[in-house]
Nanobody, 121 residues
Framework: QVQLVESGGGLVQAGGSLRLSCAAS????????MAWYRQAPGKQRELVAA???????NYADSVKGRFTISRDNAKNTVYLQMNSLKPEDTAVYYC???????????????WGPGTQVTVSS
């Protein structure tokens, strides 16, 4: 079972930037889609962005134009560049391999510990 470890979170002021990393213990080269999710206190986990091995990326409407997902298969790592951060982006961020099913995605692996992002106003 591949293990995922997210890092790069922290406390930042509104308008600031963070770059999250997700390191996988196994190869992600054969994984079609990798994705970032987030879970705010009292809310369900939601998809933030997904990236296929080839093709276009997908973003939640709330982060379009501000967040950029990328992957480095050689390093088995997925990244999330977050710019123009807002207080409503405050959440624990997780990554996972996913499978597209209709208009949504199904997580495939066990969740990692996540990384906390806190945006102050």
């Amino acid at each position: 079972q591949v293990q995922l470890v997210e890092s790069g979170g922290g406390l930042v002021q509104a308008g600031g930037s963070l770059r999250l990393s997700c390191a996988a213990s196994g190869s992600i080269g054969s994984v079609n889609y990798m994705a970032w999710y987030r879970q705010a206190p009292g809310k369900q986990r939601e998809l933030v962005a997904a990236i296929p091995s080839r093709g276009s990326t997908n973003y939640a409407d709330s982060v379009k134009g501000r967040f950029t997902i990328s992957r480095d298969n050689a390093k088995n790592t997925v990244y999330l560049q977050m710019n123009s951060l807002k207080p409503e982006d405050t959440a624990v961020y997780y990554c996972n391999a996913v499978r597209p099913i209709g208009s949504t995605f199904l997580p495939l692996w066990y969740w990692g510990p996540g990384t906390q992002v806190t945006v102050s106003s």
